[in-house]
């Protein structure tokens, strides 16, 4: 092994909502380096846990790798987030520890989605949620039900169950495909990005599928090394029109996708997709946050929320010929078509001091700033292609007032 070198109907709705994780809005937007990562994993920004922090999950991994060889960068993050006994989202994973939400930030970004309540009201309307952390599920059924939640054992799929607030019937579940079909409204935050990928380098022999092994310098740390020869992984996930030297695919959000895309061209309904990414344009992305701050990916496994920018740009290509796909588009420009100026307005009319008044505008400026979340963060969403109807060249724009966009998304109209 080689070390790598730095290179709706009426009959009923089904509201499939919060895939996953909640969501996580992390500080900085930027990454480490990967040649920073190559290294000791200490100094600038990049904080790297003590061995002792190490935990389960390094002395598993090390036991694998000396008996197994090398893992994917996917086997890797598995390891790290879901582990049993030890992964980060099954032991920790607490919103506020290593991450924060959208909606924590501002009131504003949970209100511009008001609109859907006259919809929802007239349909026959439940939520269900896919969590794998225990400890997520627990603040998600305190805050959606007062805690009023039991265990489901009758139904193997759904893993508890309530009853809102508001008397919305509300399960829980550990899989997308756990959840019932029909009419439905999904809606992924901050999911995709946690999801396993593989990693890529382009070498001057070919593609080679970036690995993680043992140090052998030092024996209780990990490095990352590029395989001898092309993985099955590299057979079939680089596409031959490829420029970039380094590509990161994650094969669950393309197998989530289309299964979204067939379930909503078969029974209707949307899917909306939130979370850091790009349109197939960045490189290297993985990167992991400990106590708000960076983290070396390979220190302390177990101890630091792991995550990869979202590739839009696949996730267009697992739903081709099913759905029609919306943006990718930036926070910023998603949550301005949905009336968030307007809304800020009426807030800031309506508050009582000043304190109030500087909490809503330094909100607003973290979500909208495009050196803060406005950029990095991005909307994509699957229709039906019988629900929408691209703009042509023989519109006149002149001739009649534009129509208002989709759910935020200006480049389609409702027919």
């Not at 009131?107 to 929802?120: D, H, K, M, P, T």
């Not at 990161?248 to 067939?262: D, F, S, T, Y």
């Not at 508050?351 to 909100?363: G, M, P």
Request: some cysteine; proline content about 7%; aromatic content about 6%.
């Amino acid at each position: 092994m080689q070390p790598i070198m730095p290179p709706p109907p009426a009959c009923r709705a089904l509201l499939a909502t919060a895939l996953g994780l909640a969501g996580r809005h992390r500080l900085p937007c930027h990454r480490a380096p990967l040649a920073a990562r190559l290294s000791s994993g200490a100094g600038g920004e990049v904080e790297a846990a003590g061995s002792g922090e190490a935990g389960g999950v390094l002395r598993h991994l090390l036991l694998k790798l000396r008996a197994t060889g090398p893992v994917t960068v996917a086997e890797y993050m598995r390891e790290a987030l879901t582990n049993p006994g030890q992964g980060y989202y099954t032991r920790r994973g607490g919103v506020g520890e290593d991450f924060i939400t959208s909606p924590e930030i501002s009131q504003i970004f949970g209100e511009v989605f008001n609109q859907l309540a006259s919809l929802l009201s007239k349909c026959d309307v439940s939520i269900h949620l896919v969590e794998v952390s225990p400890k997520l599920s627990a603040i998600q059924a305190e805050m959606l039900t007062g805690g009023k939640v039991q265990s489901n054992p009758e139904n193997k799929s759904a893993y508890m169950k309530g009853i809102s607030k508001t008397g919305i019937p509300i399960y829980w579940y550990r899989d997308i495909q756990d959840v019932p079909q029909g009419y439905s409204f999904y809606l992924a935050h901050e999911f995709l990005d946690a999801l396993p990928i593989h990693k890529f380098q382009r070498t001057e022999k070919g593609w080679h599928e970036v690995l993680v092994d043992i140090d052998p310098e030092v024996p209780d740390q990990l490095r990352f090394v590029l395989s001898p020869s092309r993985t099955p992984a590299t057979e079939n996930f680089i596409q031959p029109e490829e420029t970039r030297d380094h590509v990161e695919v994650c094969p669950e959000a393309g197998v989530l996708i289309q299964r979204l895309a067939c379930r909503i061209e078969k029974d209707g309904g949307a899917a909306l997709i939130a979370d850091y990414g790009h349109d197939g344009t960045k490189t290297d992305t993985f990167r992991g946050f400990r106590n708000h701050k960076l983290h070396d990916v390979l220190k302390a496994p177990g101890t630091a929320d792991l995550t990869a920018d979202v590739d839009f740009s696949y996730l267009r290509k697992m739903a081709e010929g099913r759905t029609a796909t919306l943006g990718p588009i930036k926070q910023r420009e998603f949550l301005k078509n949905m009336g968030i100026d307007l809304r800020l307005q009426v807030l800031l009319q309506h508050s009582r001091d000043s304190a109030t008044h500087e909490q809503l505008l330094h909100s607003f400026d973290m979500l909208m700033n495009p050196k803060k979340m406005g950029d990095c963060f991005h909307f994509f969403a699957l229709l039906p292609h019988h629900r929408v109807v691209r703009p042509t060249k023989k519109d006149n724009p002149q001739s009649k007032s534009p129509l208002p966009p989709v759910a935020g998304f200006g480049e389609l109209s409702l027919k």
